[in-house]
């Protein structure tokens, strides 16, 4: 997910409003593990999950793990 957060810690007192360098900064977080990642570290799925490299892997196998698992009996 991408957030807009307000991250000013008092810089000018008062702030300075919309040119508070600190007022929104952009951060993104995936929608499974919550943890922040760079916007190119994350995947978008069909259902608009933002989800980052390691939790798109855990929704997959690999063909190793289907073998495994009888998924090939030919
Ligand atoms: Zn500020
Ligand atoms: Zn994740």
Do not use: H, W
Request: with cysteine; charged share 40%.
């Amino acid at each position: 997910m991408r957030k807009v957060e307000d991250e000013c810690v008092s810089c000018g007192l008062p702030c300075l409003g919309n040119n508070c360098p600190n007022a929104k900064v952009i951060r993104y977080y995936c929608d499974e593990c919550k943890s922040e990642f760079e916007a190119d570290e994350l995947y978008v799925n069909d259902d608009e999950e933002e989800l980052c490299e390691n939790c798109l892997k855990d929704r997959f196998k690999t063909v190793a793990q289907l073998e495994s698992e009888g998924a090939y009996d030919d």
